[in-house]
């Protein structure tokens, strides 16, 4: 899977999507909340949203690889216009097949 590290900024965007604050670093310790109407998340919370943005990362992670793989769209038009559109599908197919759900 791709590494991606999401951030504690990225979880209280993530969970406060309005909310003006800001951090140094990445430590709950040093975010300065700005937003009065807007309560600030806990770590807990901000734990588990951590969680939840890597989990749906890591859920996409075929799609990613997909759209590396994928001709272009010139390349994709060239195998239709020559192969036809039986061609062109199973060029596709193949990297469906390469990169699944």
């Known amino acids: 899977m791709n590494s991606f590290i999401f951030t504690i900024g990225d979880a209280i965007h993530s969970l406060r999507p309005d909310a003006e604050f800001s951090i140094s670093g990445d430590n709950y310790d040093q975010i300065e909340w700005y937003s009065e109407n807007i ?11 951590l969680q939840k943005l890597q989990a749906e ?19 994709q038009l060239d195998l239709m ?13 193949a990297v469906k097949d390469q990169f699944p759900k």
């Open 39 to 49: 309560p600030k998340p806990t770590l807990q919370e901000i734990d588990a949203e």
């Open 81 to 93: 216009y020559h192969g036809g559109y039986d061609a062109w599908k199973a060029s596709i197919q």
């Open 57 to 75: 990362h890591d859920r996409k992670d075929y799609q990613r690889k997909r759209q590396e793989a994928y001709p272009s769209i010139e390349e």
